[in-house]
Structure formats: C-alpha cells, structure tokens
C-alpha cells in the first residue's frame, strides 16, 4: 500500500515554462514533506523541505505548496532549465530522523 | 566534504554467490539508512540504524539479507545466498541527528546489483 503516490510517471515541458510535480499521500500523520532530484548513475540530492505548518515554501526556481486537508504537495520549477532534467521524488516523514518515505518519482525532461 | 561513499559502484555476480555492499556515511552523521530501488517498486526502505544500532528491519525482504554498522564510519548490507530478483540499485544514506523533521537523507551514489 503506496502511502506516497506519484502519479505521472513522466512530464514533458519546454524551457523557459514552468513544470509543476505533483504528489499525493495518505498517512495524516505525516508532517514532513521533501523533494529529491536524482540524475542517472548518482543518488537521489535533496532539493526543498516543507513542514505541514506552512503552505508554501521558496528557494530561487523552486517552490513547493502544501494543502493538507487535500493531502496533495505540488513542486513548481519556474523557469525550467534542460539542467533540470531528471527524477524528482516526493518523500514524507512524520518527525524527526525517521525514515523518509519514497513516492515512485517523476521524470522531468525539459525541452529546449 | 566528502559525501556517503558506496562500494562497489557496480556488482555482477552469479546466482548463490554470496554478496556485500559497503557504505561510509557522512562523517558526524548518527542515522543511516538502507534502501533498495527497483522499477516495480520504486525506492523502498531495507533497514536504519540510529548510533549503531538497528532501529528497524522490517524492509528486509527475507533471512538472505543482513546488515552491520560495527561503527559510526561503516556499514555493511550483505545477501547470502543471492538470487536474479535481488538485482536492484541499492542505495546507503546518512542524516545528521536532529529534531527537526526537514533534517535531509543525504545519499551515496549507489551500488547497482546484477545477478545472473
């Protein structure tokens, strides 16, 4: 039982665009949300967090929004760059250092 | 810095042979983390030790697989005997201890396994 859901398995943008990943999840207990990015042959490197007492949060290009009540997080990428290419996965935790737990990731190829 | 360190990069192996997976965390780092990716089932957790010890070992599929961290710097995943459905990219990661739940795994490069 998927308790994180990435439900497109590819997504297709042109540069300049913005991409926007989506993730869903099941478990209310959750309180911690991160992105990964993860490029063929290197492991996943962590891109932007977010806590469930927030519903959004920004890092340059790179902004995630939260709606808990709809247990769905969303990673926008303004502008897409080809650098940005890759796997992205959801992952969600409920505290602390526990384990992260993994959505089946999305690919993201940026068109130039 | 250097980052969590995997070896080998690549294992080719035969069926039944015995198999081991090496990982050095990030030095300072107090959590570390098994995980295996394969298509099917995307990244799933194996095992996670907290300052050395096993804190959790349910993701282990079966008695084949054992996992060691004899210390803070060095942590082992074994398969005894190995079969083809082991074939996976396996990946070690490290945390720093830390309450904070947005506290990032920060992951090696992996180990991809083939057995034929």
């Known amino acids: 039982d998927q308790q994180v859901k990435q439900n497109s398995p590819s997504l297709s943008v042109q540069e300049g665009r913005i991409s926007i990943l989506n993730c869903d999840y099941t478990?209310?207990?959750?309180?911690?949300f991160l992105w990964y990015k993860k490029y063929p042959a290197e492991g996943p490197t962590f891109l932007i967090s977010?806590?469930?007492?927030?519903d959004k949060n920004e890092d340059g290009r790179f902004t995630v929004f939260l709606n808990k009540s709809a247990k769905h997080l969303s990673l926008h990428i303004v502008p897409s760059q080809p650098g940005d290419s890759a796997v992205y996965f959801c992952?969600?935790?409920?505290?602390?250092?526990?384990?992260?737990?993994f959505g089946k990731g999305t690919r993201l190829s940026v068109i130039a | 810095d250097a980052g969590v360190i995997q070896s080998p990069r690549h294992e080719v192996t035969e069926m039944g042979q015995e198999v081991t997976l090496r990982c050095k965390p990030i030095?300072?780092?107090?959590?570390l983390f098994w995980y295996r990716q394969t298509m099917m089932r995307g990244l799933e957790l194996l095992i996670y030790?907290?300052?050395?010890?096993?804190?959790?070992d349910s993701g282990m599929p079966e008695d084949r697989f054992s996992a060691k961290m004899p210390n803070a710097s060095f942590s082992t995943l074994k398969i005894q005997p190995s079969e083809p459905r082991d074939s996976a990219v396996y990946f070690c990661?490290?945390?720093?201890?830390?309450?904070?739940?947005?506290?990032?795994?920060?992951f090696g490069d992996g180990t991809r396994l083939s057995i034929l």
């Open positions: 990661a490290s945390s720093f201890p830390g309450r904070s739940g947005n506290q990032p795994q920060h």
């Open positions: 478990n209310s207990m959750f309180d911690y």
């Open positions: 977010i806590s469930s007492i927030k």
């Open positions: 992952a969600a935790r409920s505290s602390g250092n526990t384990p992260l737990v």
């Open positions: 030095s300072g780092h107090n959590s």
């Open positions: 030790f907290n300052n050395n010890v096993p804190i959790d």
